[in-house]
C-alpha cells in the first residue's frame, strides 16, 4: 500500500484546510486509518483515527475543530481541519493499516500564522 497526502499550506489564524490521503496498491485491505502530526522538535502525534465502518476518534486538542472522513469506494481519508490554530502548524502525515502491516504517507506541511 502506498499512501498519498496532500492538502497542506499556509493559512491564517482561524482558518480551514482539508488534507487527503489516497491509498493506492492493495488499498482494499486497509482496516483502520489515522492522521498524525510531528512540529519541529517534537515527536509524532496521534491526533485522529477512522475504522473502516467510519467510527472516528480524536486527541483532545483537536476534538471539535477537525472531522476526519473516508471514502472506502475512493481509498481516500479526509481531514477537514477549522479554526486552525497557530500551534496546529506542523507536518501531517497519514497511516494505515489492515492489523497485520501499518504504512505511512509522506507529509504534507500545514502553516497557521497568527
Known amino acids: 500500500v502506498q499512501l498519498q497526502a496532500s492538502g497542506g499550506g499556509l493559512v491564517q489564524e482561524g482558518g480551514s484546510l482539508r488534507l487527503s490521503c489516497v491509498a493506492s496498491?492493495?488499498?482494499?485491505?486497509?482496516?483502520?486509518m489515522r492522521w498524525y502530526r510531528q512540529a519541529p522538535g517534537e515527536q509524532r502525534n496521534w491526533i485522529s483515527t477512522?475504522?473502516?465502518?467510519?467510527?472516528?476518534s480524536y486527541a483532545w486538542s483537536v476534538k471539535g475543530r477537525f472531522t476526519v472522513s473516508r471514502d472506502i469506494a475512493a481509498n481516500t481519508m479526509y481531514l477537514e481541519m477549522n479554526h486552525l490554530k497557530p500551534e496546529d502548524s506542523a507536518v501531517y502525515y497519514c497511516?494505515?493499516?489492515?492489523?497485520?502491516?501499518?504504512?505511512w504517507g509522506q507529509g504534507t506541511q500545514v502553516t497557521v500564522s497568527s
Open positions: 497511516n494505515a493499516e489492515n492489523g497485520l502491516e501499518r504504512w
Open positions: 496498491g492493495s488499498a482494499s485491505s486497509i482496516v483502520t
Open positions: 477512522i475504522a473502516k465502518g467510519g467510527q472516528a
